[in-house]
T-cell receptor, first 110, second 116 residues
């Protein structure tokens, strides 16, 4: 059974810092891995999707890497801003459904 | 509309009542998913439709939960004899459903269900 774990559960940093959020999964037979952002009381916004054959994806200040063999992904946020404050969720897709981690709650203060 | 919409945004009901939650997917998306998110947790899969049929309903917790998508577009999640433990945010997502590794799921804002 696929299990997804995210570390840390919460993170509070000053503006401008570079951040790394970690995601690990137990079954490497995945179609893809996605990183989502969730603001309080809101739905999920897809940030990056990494196909199983890819090693990384970049979008603006965000970079996500995937190491399928070790069951790990990292989300790197460069030059963090207060507007980045949200919960970040990692999800793996291995049977046409997403299996989510519990998320990392990020607070970036000015 | 441009995105996935869900109605109502909030639903408060009493224990034992019946509720229906509606999802309008992105036009042209053949795949539709329901998830449930409890406080402080990630979303948990409930059911997945490909067209009108339920391709995977393994996440439905028990037979009080049922979902339909009769015309392959709008879906309704139905919960009978609600219990306090059913309180959660119910999220709907849709995707192109082409079975590609690039198939991104797009989520609606969710329905917050509170069972008193």
């Amino acid at each position: 059974k696929q299990e997804v774990t995210q570390i840390p559960a919460a993170l509070s940093v000053p503006e401008g810092e570079n951040l790394v959020l970690n995601c690990s999964f137990t079954d490497s037979a995945i179609y893809n891995l996605q990183w989502f952002r969730q603001d309080p009381g809101k739905g999920l916004t897809s940030l990056l999707l990494i196909q199983s054959s890819q090693r990384e994806q970049t979008s603006g200040r965000l970079n996500a890497s995937l190491d399928k063999s070790s069951g790990r992904s990292t989300l790197y946020i460069a030059a963090s801003q207060p507007g980045d404050s949200a919960t970040y969720l990692c999800a793996v897709d291995n049977t046409d459904k997403l299996i989510f981690g519990t998320g990392t709650r990020l607070q970036v203060f000015p | 509309g441009a995105g996935v919409s869900q109605t109502p945004s909030n639903k408060v009901t009493e224990k034992g009542k019946y509720v229906e939650l509606r999802c309008d997917p992105i036009s042209g998306h053949t795949a539709l998913y329901w998830y449930r998110q409890s406080l402080g947790q990630g979303p948990e899969f409930l059911i997945y439709f490909q067209g009108t049929g339920a391709a995977d309903d393994s996440g439905l917790p028990n037979d009080r939960f049922f979902a339909v998508r009769p015309e392959g577009s709008v879906s309704t999640l139905k919960i009978q004899r609600t219990e306090r433990g059913d309180s959660a945010v119910y999220l709907c997502a849709s995707s192109l459903g082409e079975g590609l590794t690039t198939d991104t799921q797009y989520f609606g804002p969710g329905t917050r269900l509170t069972v008193l």
